[in-house]
């Protein structure tokens, strides 16, 4: 049977954790309507994860008992950075969903020359990168950065090993034959509804990101996105 998963800022050292978060709280006993007895597992975000049973759950706290702990070895041995123009509310979210069950470290949300949605709701998009994590089985929970301009979002990238510049009508990804397996950290940029302008892309080539693409059609900016995510990350299986 497949157990709940619950991230949060526990302490595994003792065989009792008490918890007076009220999201938890809620998530427990009126939306998966849990009691005392049943069996879930909490992670603490650091690899660290454990299996316990309420002990007892009321509208103020809530108190597990620990049956086992374990590390989490499932996330990908290398750091992949999204670096992702903003793109509409239900779009972007998907795009923070999918990538987060795909794999990645962190989100770093990009405001490209042609981007059309600036403000983000950072609470919600919080709440979507936990559940994701939660869901997908992640060992640690990844963070959404501040959100950076084009030029910004470069010099961050500036302390990967490799970065991928996604733009249509470029050698793609398969024929581009990169290992991989040679790189710990890769950061992938992924443009706006609108695609990249051409300054965007002279700067890209010129500090030295992989300019390529990874499909012969024109594909909406989510769905590069989660495609793009998904080549990359099938190569560290």
Known sequence: MRLNRFFGDFN???????????????????????????????????MNEAECFIESLDKNEAVFKI???????KDLKQEVILYCSILKRENFELVIQKAVELGVVRIVPVIASRTVKFGLKRDRLEKIIKEAAEQSGRGILPILSDSLDFKSALDDSSGNDLNIFFEIGEKTLRE????????????????????WENEEIKLAKKEKLKILSFSPFVLRA??????GLSLITEQFQ
């Open 12 to 46: 595994f050292d003792n065989e009792i954790i008490k918890s007076s978060d009220k999201d938890l709280i809620n998530q427990l006993k009126n939306v998966l309507r849990l009691k005392v007895g049943d069996e879930i597992i909490l992670c603490d975000g650091k």
């Open 67 to 73: 049956l086992k702990t374990e590390k989490n070895n």
């Open 176 to 195: 581009s034959k990169i290992d991989f397996s040679k790189y710990k950290k890769i950061g992938i940029f992924v443009g706006p509804e609108g695609g």
């Open 222 to 227: 989510e769905t590069a996105a989660i495609a």
